[in-house]
Every structure is written in structure tokens, then in C-alpha cells.
């Protein structure tokens, strides 16, 4: 290849079309040119660089007259460190009659000089002889080395920002690359390190047996950043420096919604799913919260879900559908509840898909406190005067409510006519036949802002069943219609677009068979028109308590379940999605009733580490999904062993408290970092590291997770995979460049999901890009059978509450399965404790690395062959 006398020489690693990257940024710097720059600014300045020439003699003399000076010059200064070139040469040729254990005196380094061609280059015998007329006495040598040292210094940041000033006057330049690559070279000089291209194989020798005599006979055998799990060190000894480490598993289960799509609270509120954070409550399939534990991003291939009775929402291409069979025949019972992925799903045949459905649930909101009976305030809704108190009605069931319901509240009903049909309305005690329009139901509904305002408020669109059925029932009564077949219909018409949609989500909270529509009511008599929306539901309608017989509907008769719906999937293109992972089964409700399905593993390798009792390490945790606040949260109440649900819903016991106090304690002293930055770019993360390292040394780096990080502004391309390339190079390079082990987690793609079997994941399912594998030293898999419906294993031992740790490469060591118990209330992992008292079996011995935050785990008591130290109250899931 050939290049001008001017040109660097470069060489190009990434994909074609990309910039090649230069050989001296590869070297750490080119000295050689580094210098000549720096020598030339200090030409034009007429300035001499830092130097001790005089003070160079003096320690070369020095060594040359006592051999304890050699050492102690040794520990300070480098042969790069003498401003001279001859001084150089000298001390280099002391290095190496020093080790090879030969005398250093005027004779021998005559010899070695003339041998290497060097001694008239340094003045010859003369020279040397002179050297040692510079200093009586070595009694100072190692003062007099931290001189050199110190000019060597501030030359060496002469030369760095020299090359760094004349590189931003190169056009095209890119200002944030440079910036990192200046911050690299100055961390470089303030470690005193250069860094080379190559080294030669005597030097790695003996920098090797160094350190297998270091770690030889440490207890345990750990020779790297413990991981807290006994049989997961044993397998690694430990995180080792400048490894990666790839901690894969499926990213929130495929529970991703498009940008918009309408999530039901568990608090009757409905929020956009991109708007969810972690800790939010979901309602659940089951009438019970669902809590947000992590948040998952991205882009996908997406797809609309098209329901026949119901609203379409859009979800990405791994999305889990939740279906229920609609027909009696075949192996499966009727009823019976499929989770699968949308990809999956659309390779079934049509009857497969004729006879698995989507479908509705009704939601269950805690009771509490309203201030107008909800009956009230459906009549009112539905046949009320808008600016006050009045209700018209021609329904005695409805008047003889209204005067119960006045004198209940010590308030009076007037009718006018009793004989003729004519409005009724609440009037205050003593002022009976004249409109009340300041009474305290009137001054309730302006406390609401329901005066001109007609709306269901929250405090009854999410309160107990009871309630909302009450309200309803008002609703029927006074703007109601029941169309007569299989039970009966109802219909709603409101001219309200927000109080019709409201009436839908009553009904859809419900369970009801529920639409909307927007149609032209005319009066042929004017020629009047206006939108007006007809709500209509159906199901078991017979429950609400409708006053008036003739809208009172009879038990459904119709053998079809009316909670189920068909349903379409039509491929959308590529979109972003928005996903979670959720405690419980991980199914949630959408808007309307509709039933869909849904980091704490690396979190207890960096917890671990930063707490061993034994060899505490200094953890860097970079999470890109939850807040600092929130990972403080999870840490906490992982390391208290105290109910992470409990905790985030307000509801702890008194010992709980004692319990985080303690955890607090402990979390407190650790020397642990946390950083949330969301986007973190690979520049940010290079210098914070960097950073920390300088400040307060660092043992571990942990990245939550991989994908979320992004490229350099340079790299970034819209092949995504080249992207991920260039992100998992430049982690492995900063574990190399701050020589600690960086673990991060990936994403595995849906190849798990399509794979029969037992769905173990393997080194071609992860995602994105072929290069993890490559760059990784080490890739370890999360596996847990349970969430797959796996119950028991091929031994028939039960699978609850059991995760395994798959390492599926180890660059430097063997690969194998680590079993741990993963206890779900404290979304913590923890050693293994079995049946298996010795080492066949293959799950491990008890106990392991106990950091005495809690109580230990008991043994295997039960006969399952599960291990499962603390059984979880249900069967909640948490993230991996």
C-alpha cells in the first residue's frame, strides 16, 4: 500500500465505506511526530521544553557509582523520560546489563554501548567518565529521578496538546472525537503509560509469571472481581480485567406496544404507552395491579391488531398476543388462554386463528368514598339540566329514588303534576315548587366542574364495581334503550363525544361487549342535524340494577362468549416500540378491556461486587432504563431482602424498615456509582469511566444494557448492526484501555421463541450483530424454563423459582450451567441451595457467598426437587 511521505499510514478494521482509523491513534501516539510539532511551536516561540539536563548527568553518575541506585531510579523514570537523546541511550543500556544481572560500572557500559553501536552516539568513554565526576555521592538519586520524571511530564503535555491543537485546524475534524481521543491521551500521561504497539515476548513472559505468582494460592481461587455467586466464580474465577462480559436474555418478553396505544391504569386512569415509566401500576387480566419494573426500547418490523369488536393497537413483531379458545373441540379445553409472539401467530392456519380469539377482562378498582350517590349522577348525566341541580323524568321508579334520596339528605322533591308527566327536581327543605340553585347537590356539582361540563370524573370511573354498576344503571334510566334478544342490547346516545367515550370505558371496565359509533340525528321537522355517539354494550347486562322494569334486561342466553373477539394482523412496516416487564402472569389490559401480555441479574454481580466482605470492588453502574432513584430502590430492597412490592406501594412492615436501614447502611459504604444518563453515547461513557478511574479507582463496569447505547455521531449508520458493531468494539476496547472487566447485557433475538424444545437460548441468538459474539470474552445466558410454561424438567424436578446461568463462551476458561434461585418478591438472585448435598447433580451446594445482609437460605425441604429458598406469594415475574 502506498502512501505519501506525508501520509500516515492507516489501516481500516470496520465495514467498508467507513473511516480508517490511523495507526498512531492505534499506538496511543507517534511520538516522533508528537515531538517535531512540539519542537517546532517551541522554535517559533523562541522557548526551551522542560528540561534537567544537568540533573540527568547526576543520576546516570549516580547509577554508574552505586548499584542500590539502580532500582529506586527504576521505580520513578523510564528511558523515554531523559530529555537528552544520549541520556536515553546510556540508561537503557544500564536497564539492560541490570537485568540481565551484570555490573553497571564505566567498563561494562563501554562494552554494551560499543556492542550496540551507541558509543560514539553518546560521546564516547569520555563522556562516560565525566558522568561520574557530575555527583559524590547516590545518596539522592531517587529525588533527583522525580526531577526527570516531572520535566519528562510537562513535556509529554506539551507534545499531547501541541497534537491535539493541530488536529482541530484539520478541516473535517470531528470536534467530539477529538475531544475523547484528548481526554484519552491526557488520562495516558497522568498514568505515566504509554501504550505500544507491540511488546516484546520477554516482556509478556515476565509480566505473565509476575502474575501467576501474585494469584498463586488465593483463597478460592478468584482471581478477578468476584461475582457473589460461588459456583459462577468457579466457573470464571471471578471478572477478569479488560474482558467483556454479554449477560443475554429476551428483552420484556415481547411485551412492546406502538407509540400511543391506550394502557389501562390500575387506577381506572389510561395513559399512552410511551408515557409509562417504571414503578407505574397496570391494571392486570386478573382485576390486580400490575407493576412496571424496566422499560424496553426500539425499532421493529410492526403490526396492527385489528379486533372486530374492540380497538385496533399496533404492537412489534415479537409482541405477545393473549388469545382464548372459542370452541370445544380439539385437545385444549375451551377457555383455555394462549400466549403467543405475533410472528408466530401469523404461521398458524386460518382455523387455528378462527378458533383462538382475542378477548376482554374486566378491571376491579378499590372502593372509595364519592360524593353523590352514583346513581344520582347517572340520572343526572343522562336527563339533567346541564347548568344545575334538575332532572327530568316521567318514571315513578325514578321520582320515588329521588324523593328517598332527598330525605335522606333532609332535602324535598317537587313534581309538578302528578298526573301529567313534567320535570322533577331536588329543591332544598322549605323551599318546596321553586327550582333550588344554590342547594348543596348543585354546590356538588360545581365541586366537580360538572355544571355545563357534563363528564364522568375519575373518582367514579375507577372506583369499586358496585359503583360503577350503579352509575351505569342511572345512565339506562334515564338515557337509556334495551333492544330485546339473547339477554338484551342497551343503547346510549349522547351528543358528548367525551361522556360517550366515558360511558364505552364504564361499560369496557365492566366486561361488557362494547362500540362506539358516530352518526347524523336529524329533525325532519326543522331539518336540524348534529353528530351525535351511540354507545352499545351487551353481555351479562342483567347484573346492573335498573330501576325501570321496562329497560331491565334478562340473563344472556346466547352461547357465544361475548368477551371474545376475532382478530386481524396486518403488517405495519418498521416502527418504534415501547415495552415493560410486569410482576404477576404479564398479562395487562388495554383501554378497553382488551387482554395483552407483557434487570436484576447484572445489578447482582455489580451489588455483589461493590459488597464482597472479602475483596470489595469499585462498581460503575450505567443503567440506561431506570432512574438512579429507581435502581437505588431495587438495590435497596434486594439487598434488605424486603418485598419490592410491598415497598413500592407504601405498605411495609415495621422490621421492613429496620431491614432497608440496614441495607441503607451497608449500600452506603460501598464504594458504588450509579449513572442514568438516558442515550448514553460511547464518547460519555469512555469518559466517565475514565473519570472515576482517575478519582476513585474502578474494578467493574456495568452497562443496562447494550442496545439502548448509542453510536458516536461518526458511526452511526442506518444499518443497525454496524451500529452495535461499533458500540460492542468500543466496549471491549475501554475494558482494555482502563484494564477492568466491563459486563454488559444484551438482547436476544426471537429465535429463542421460535424454537421448540426448551427454548435454551445459544451464542446465534443474540441480537443485532454477530460481532458481540466476536468481541465478547464472555457470554453468559439468564435462562428461566418457568417463564416459557416450562414447570418441571426433564428429571421431573420443578422448575420454580430456579434461573441458570448458561455460559456459552469463555474466551480464557470452560463453559457450563450455573443454577441460582431467583427469589421473585425481593428480584433477587441468589446461591443455590438443594437437595444435592455433593457434587452430583450438577445444582450446586448450598449456601455459597453470604453477605449477612439477611437471613441465609434454608435447605431443601421439598420434594419437587425444586429449589426454591423463599416461595413467592403468587406467581410473579420480574425482569432478568
Given at each position: 500500500?502506498?502512501?505519501?511521505?506525508?501520509?500516515?499510514?492507516?489501516?481500516?478494521?470496520?465495514?467498508?465505506?467507513?473511516?480508517?482509523?490511523?495507526?498512531?491513534?492505534?499506538?496511543?501516539?507517534?511520538?516522533?511526530?508528537?515531538?517535531?510539532?512540539?519542537?517546532?511551536?517551541?522554535?517559533?516561540?523562541?522557548?526551551v521544553p522542560p528540561q534537567a539536563v544537568d540533573v540527568e548527568k547526576s543520576v546516570l553518575g549516580a547509577m554508574m557509582l552505586?548499584?542500590?541506585?539502580?532500582?529506586?531510579?527504576?521505580?520513578?523514570?523510564?528511558?523515554?523520560?531523559?530529555?537528552?537523546?544520549?541520556?536515553?541511550?546510556?540508561?537503557?543500556?544500564?536497564?539492560?546489563?541490570?537485568?540481565?544481572?551484570?555490573?553497571?560500572?564505566?567498563?561494562?557500559?563501554?562494552?554494551?554501548?560499543?556492542?550496540?553501536?551507541?558509543?560514539?552516539?553518546?560521546?564516547?568513554?569520555?563522556?562516560?567518565?565525566?558522568?561520574?565526576?557530575?555527583?559524590?555521592?547516590?545518596?539522592?538519586?531517587?529525588?533527583?529521578?522525580?526531577?526527570?520524571?516531572?520535566?519528562?511530564?510537562?513535556?509529554?503535555?506539551?507534545?499531547?496538546?501541541?497534537?491535539?491543537?493541530?488536529?482541530?485546524?484539520?478541516?473535517?475534524?470531528?470536534?467530539?472525537?477529538?475531544?475523547?481521543?484528548?481526554?484519552?491521551?491526557?488520562?495516558?500521561?497522568?498514568?505515566?503509560?504509554?501504550?505500544?504497539?507491540?511488546?516484546?515476548?520477554?516482556?509478556?513472559?515476565?509480566?505473565?509469571?509476575?502474575?501467576?505468582?501474585?494469584?498463586?494460592?488465593?483463597?478460592?481461587?478468584?482471581?478477578?472481581?468476584?461475582?457473589?455467586?460461588?459456583?459462577?466464580?468457579?466457573?470464571?474465577?471471578?471478572?477478569?480485567?479488560?474482558?467483556?462480559?454479554?449477560?443475554?436474555?429476551?428483552?420484556?418478553?415481547?411485551?412492546?406496544?406502538?407509540?400511543?396505544?391506550?394502557?389501562?391504569?390500575?387506577?381506572?386512569?389510561?395513559?399512552?404507552?410511551?408515557?409509562?415509566?417504571?414503578?407505574?401500576?397496570?391494571?392486570?387480566?386478573?382485576?390486580?395491579?400490575?407493576?412496571?419494573?424496566?422499560?424496553?426500547?426500539?425499532?421493529?418490523?410492526?403490526?396492527?391488531v385489528r379486533q372486530k369488536r374492540g380497538i385496533d393497537y399496533r404492537v412489534n413483531e415479537s409482541h405477545i398476543l393473549s388469545?382464548?379458545?372459542?370452541?370445544?373441540?380439539?385437545?385444549?379445553?375451551?377457555?383455555?388462554?394462549?400466549?403467543?409472539?405475533?410472528?408466530?401467530?401469523?404461521?398458524?392456519?386460518?382455523?387455528?386463528?378462527?378458533?383462538?380469539?382475542?378477548?376482554?377482562?374486566?378491571?376491579?378498582?378499590?372502593?372509595?368514598?364519592?360524593?353523590?350517590?352514583?346513581?344520582?349522577?347517572?340520572?343526572?348525566?343522562?336527563?339533567?339540566?346541564?347548568?344545575?341541580?334538575?332532572?327530568?323524568?316521567?318514571?315513578?321508579?325514578?321520582?320515588?329514588?329521588?324523593?328517598?334520596?332527598?330525605?335522606?339528605?333532609?332535602?324535598?322533591?317537587?313534581?309538578?303534576?302528578?298526573?301529567?308527566?313534567?320535570?322533577?327536581?331536588?329543591?332544598?327543605?322549605?323551599?318546596?315548587?321553586?327550582?333550588?340553585?344554590?342547594?348543596?347537590?348543585?354546590?356538588?356539582?360545581?365541586?366537580?366542574?360538572?355544571?355545563?361540563?357534563?363528564?364522568?370524573?375519575?373518582?367514579?370511573?375507577?372506583?369499586?364495581?358496585?359503583?360503577?354498576?350503579?352509575?351505569?344503571?342511572?345512565?339506562?334510566?334515564?338515557?337509556?334503550?334495551?333492544?330485546?334478544?339473547?339477554?338484551?342490547?342497551?343503547?346510549?346516545?349522547?351528543?358528548?363525544?367525551?361522556?360517550?367515550?366515558?360511558?364505552?370505558?364504564?361499560?369496557?371496565?365492566?366486561?361488557?361487549?362494547?362500540?362506539?359509533?358516530?352518526?347524523?340525528?336529524?329533525?325532519?321537522?326543522?331539518?336540524?342535524?348534529?353528530?351525535?355517539?351511540?354507545?352499545?354494550?351487551?353481555?351479562?347486562?342483567?347484573?346492573?340494577?335498573?330501576?325501570?322494569?321496562?329497560?331491565?334486561?334478562?340473563?344472556?342466553?346466547?352461547?357465544?362468549?361475548?368477551r371474545v373477539t376475532g382478530i386481524e394482523v396486518e403488517r405495519d412496516g418498521v416502527g418504534d416500540y415501547y415495552g415493560f416487564?410486569?410482576?404477576?402472569?404479564?398479562?395487562?389490559?388495554?383501554?378497553?378491556?382488551?387482554?395483552?401480555?407483557?434487570?436484576?441479574?447484572?445489578?447482582?454481580?455489580?451489588?455483589?461486587?461493590?459488597?464482597?466482605?472479602?475483596?470489595?470492588?469499585?462498581?460503575?453502574?450505567?443503567?440506561?432504563?431506570?432512574?438512579?432513584?429507581?435502581?437505588?430502590?431495587?438495590?435497596?430492597?434486594?439487598?434488605?431482602?424486603?418485598?419490592?412490592?410491598?415497598?413500592?406501594?407504601?405498605?411495609?412492615?415495621?422490621?421492613?424498615?429496620?431491614?432497608?436501614?440496614?441495607?441503607?447502611?451497608?449500600?452506603?459504604?460501598?464504594?458504588?456509582?450509579?449513572?442514568?444518563?438516558?442515550?448514553?453515547?460511547?464518547?460519555?461513557?469512555?469518559?466517565?469511566?475514565?473519570?472515576?478511574?482517575?478519582?476513585?479507582?474502578?474494578?467493574?463496569?456495568?452497562?443496562?444494557?447494550?442496545?439502548?447505547?448509542?453510536?458516536?455521531?461518526?458511526?452511526?449508520?442506518?444499518?443497525?448492526?454496524?451500529?452495535?458493531?461499533?458500540?460492542?468494539?468500543?466496549?471491549?476496547?475501554?475494558?482494555?484501555?482502563?484494564?477492568?472487566?466491563?459486563?454488559?447485557?444484551?438482547?436476544?433475538?426471537?429465535?429463542?421463541?421460535?424454537?421448540?424444545?426448551?427454548?435454551?437460548?445459544?451464542?446465534?441468538?443474540?441480537?443485532?450483530?454477530?460481532?458481540?459474539?466476536?468481541?465478547?470474552?464472555?457470554?453468559?445466558?439468564?435462562?428461566?424454563?418457568?417463564?416459557?410454561?416450562?414447570?418441571?424438567?426433564?428429571?421431573?424436578?420443578?422448575?420454580?423459582?430456579?434461573?441458570?446461568?448458561?455460559?456459552?463462551?469463555?474466551?480464557?476458561?470452560?463453559?457450563?450451567?450455573?443454577?441460582?434461585?431467583?427469589?421473585?418478591?425481593?428480584?433477587?438472585?441468589?446461591?443455590?441451595?438443594?437437595?444435592?448435598?455433593?457434587?452430583?447433580?450438577?445444582?450446586?451446594?448450598?449456601?455459597?457467598?453470604?453477605?449477612?445482609?439477611?437471613?441465609?437460605?434454608?435447605?431443601?425441604?421439598?420434594?419437587?426437587?425444586?429449589?426454591?429458598?423463599?416461595?413467592?406469594?403468587?406467581?410473579?415475574?420480574?425482569?432478568?
Amino acid at each position: 500500500m502506498a502512501s505519501s511521505s506525508n501520509d500516515r499510514f492507516s489501516i481500516n478494521p470496520d465495514d467498508a465505506g467507513q473511516p480508517s482509523y490511523p495507526l498512531d491513534k492505534m499506538r496511543g501516539r507517534d511520538r516522533s511526530r508528537s515531538r517535531s510539532q512540539s519542537d517546532e511551536m517551541h522554535n517559533k516561540a523562541g522557548r526551551v521544553p522542560p528540561q534537567a539536563v544537568d540533573v540527568e548527568k547526576s543520576v546516570l553518575g549516580a547509577m554508574m557509582l552505586e548499584r542500590e541506585a539502580i532500582p529506586k531510579a527504576i521505580q520513578v523514570i523510564s528511558a523515554d523520560a531523559f530529555y537528552s537523546a544520549k541520556h536515553e541511550k546510556i540508561y537503557t543500556a544500564m536497564l539492560n546489563l541490570f537485568e540481565r544481572g551484570n555490573p553497571v560500572d564505566l567498563v561494562t557500559l563501554t562494552n554494551e554501548l560499543k556492542r550496540n553501536d551507541d558509543l560514539d552516539d553518546v560521546g564516547g568513554g569520555y563522556y562516560l567518565s565525566e558522568l561520574t565526576t557530575e555527583v559524590a555521592s547516590a545518596a539522592n538519586v531517587e529525588y533527583h529521578a522525580r526531577i526527570i520524571a516531572e520535566k519528562s511530564l510537562l513535556r509529554k503535555m506539551i507534545e499531547t496538546m501541541t497534537t491535539v491543537v493541530g488536529q482541530a485546524y484539520e478541516p473535517g475534524a470531528d470536534a467530539f472525537e477529538l475531544l475523547d481521543e484528548a481526554e484519552s491521551k491526557i488520562f495516558q500521561v497522568s498514568d505515566n503509560q504509554l501504550r505500544k504497539a507491540a511488546s516484546p515476548i520477554n516482556e509478556v513472559v515476565k509480566d505473565t509469571l509476575e502474575q501467576l505468582e501474585s494469584i498463586h494460592g488465593q483463597e478460592g481461587g478468584i482471581t478477578g472481581v468476584p461475582s457473589g455467586f460461588r459456583k459462577l466464580d468457579d466457573l470464571t474465577s471471578g471478572w477478569q480485567p479488560s474482558d467483556l462480559i454479554i449477560i443475554a436474555a429476551r428483552p420484556s418478553m415481547g411485551k412492546c406496544l406502538g407509540r400511543g396505544t391506550p394502557v389501562m391504569m390500575a387506577d381506572g386512569t389510561v395513559k399512552p404507552v410511551e408515557t409509562i415509566m417504571v414503578g407505574d401500576q397496570l391494571m392486570g387480566d386478573d382485576g390486580t395491579p400490575r407493576t412496571v419494573q424496566s422499560l424496553a426500547r426500539g425499532r421493529e418490523p410492526m403490526y396492527w391488531v385489528r379486533q372486530k369488536r374492540g380497538i385496533d393497537y399496533r404492537v412489534n413483531e415479537s409482541h405477545i398476543l393473549s388469545l382464548k379458545k372459542s370452541q370445544s373441540e380439539g385437545a385444549r379445553a375451551r377457555g383455555s388462554i394462549t400466549d403467543i409472539p405475533v410472528h408466530e401467530y401469523l404461521q398458524k392456519s386460518d382455523k387455528w386463528k378462527n378458533d383462538n380469539k382475542g378477548f376482554k377482562a374486566p378491571a376491579s378498582f378499590p372502593d372509595q368514598p364519592v360524593p353523590l350517590d352514583p346513581y344520582f349522577l347517572g340520572l343526572w348525566l343522562g336527563d339533567g339540566k346541564a347548568d344545575n341541580a334538575r332532572i327530568y323524568t316521567t318514571d315513578d321508579e325514578v321520582v320515588d329514588y329521588l324523593q328517598t334520596f332527598a330525605k335522606e339528605r333532609g332535602d324535598t322533591v317537587s313534581v309538578h303534576d302528578e298526573h301529567r308527566p313534567c320535570p322533577a327536581y331536588l329543591v332544598k327543605s322549605g323551599e318546596r315548587g321553586t327550582v333550588a340553585t344554590r342547594n348543596a347537590v348543585q354546590a356538588t356539582l360545581r365541586d366537580l366542574d360538572l355544571l355545563n361540563n357534563k363528564h364522568i370524573p375519575q373518582c367514579y370511573l375507577g372506583n369499586s364495581r358496585a359503583k360503577r354498576l350503579r352509575l351505569l344503571a342511572g345512565l339506562i334510566d334515564s338515557d337509556g334503550h334495551l333492544n330485546r334478544g339473547y339477554g338484551g342490547t342497551y343503547e346510549i346516545t349522547q351528543s358528548s363525544n367525551q361522556l360517550a367515550h366515558q360511558i364505552k370505558f364504564l361499560c369496557d371496565t365492566l366486561g361488557y361487549r362494547t362500540s362506539l359509533t358516530a352518526k347524523t340525528a336529524r329533525i325532519a321537522s326543522t331539518g336540524y342535524e348534529s353528530e351525535v355517539y351511540r354507545v352499545r354494550f351487551n353481555g351479562n347486562v342483567d347484573e346492573i340494577p335498573v330501576r325501570i322494569p321496562r329497560k331491565q334486561a334478562t340473563p344472556w342466553t346466547d352461547q357465544r362468549n361475548w368477551r371474545v373477539t376475532g382478530i386481524e394482523v396486518e403488517r405495519d412496516g418498521v416502527g418504534d416500540y415501547y415495552g415493560f416487564t410486569l410482576n404477576g402472569n404479564g398479562r395487562f389490559l388495554l383501554a378497553d378491556g382488551t387482554v395483552t401480555h407483557n434487570t436484576a441479574f447484572s445489578l447482582a454481580c455489580g451489588l455483589n461486587a461493590a459488597t464482597h466482605p472479602e475483596n470489595p470492588a469499585s462498581v460503575a453502574i450505567f443503567s440506561l432504563e431506570m432512574g438512579a432513584q429507581q435502581l437505588a430502590q431495587r438495590l435497596l430492597t434486594s439487598e434488605a431482602r424486603v418485598d419490592a412490592q410491598r415497598a413500592r406501594t407504601g405498605r411495609m412492615k415495621d422490621d421492613d424498615w429496620q431491614k432497608l436501614a440496614r441495607a441503607a447502611g451497608k449500600l452506603s459504604d460501598a464504594s458504588l456509582f450509579i449513572d442514568d444518563t438516558p442515550g448514553l453515547s460511547v464518547l460519555e461513557l469512555r469518559a466517565k469511566c475514565r473519570r472515576l478511574k482517575a478519582e476513585h479507582g474502578l474494578d467493574l463496569v456495568v452497562v443496562d444494557y447494550l442496545q439502548l447505547m448509542q453510536a458516536s455521531a461518526s458511526k452511526r449508520t442506518q444499518n443497525r448492526e454496524q451500529e452495535i458493531a461499533h458500540i460492542s468494539r468500543s466496549l471491549k476496547g475501554l475494558a482494555k484501555e482502563l484494564d477492568v472487566p466491563v459486563l454488559a447485557l444484551s438482547q436476544l433475538n426471537r429465535g429463542v421463541e421460535n424454537r421448540g424444545g426448551d427454548k435454551r437460548p445459544q451464542l446465534s441468538d443474540l441480537r443485532e450483530s454477530g460481532s458481540i459474539e466476536q468481541d465478547a470474552d464472555v457470554v453468559a445466558f439468564i435462562y428461566r424454563a418457568e417463564r416459557y410454561g416450562i414447570t418441571v424438567d426433564d428429571q421431573g424436578n420443578s422448575t420454580e423459582g430456579l434461573a441458570e446461568i448458561i455460559i456459552g463462551k469463555q474466551r480464557n476458561g470452560p463453559i457450563g450451567t450455573v443454577e441460582l434461585a431467583f427469589v421473585d418478591r425481593y428480584a433477587r438472585f441468589e446461591n443455590l441451595t438443594t437437595r444435592y448435598d455433593n457434587n452430583s447433580g450438577g445444582a450446586g451446594q448450598g449456601g455459597g457467598f453470604n453477605d449477612g445482609g439477611g437471613d441465609s437460605l434454608p435447605p431443601f425441604n421439598g420434594d419437587g426437587g425444586g429449589a426454591i429458598p423463599e416461595p413467592p406469594p403468587d406467581d410473579e415475574e420480574a425482569p432478568f
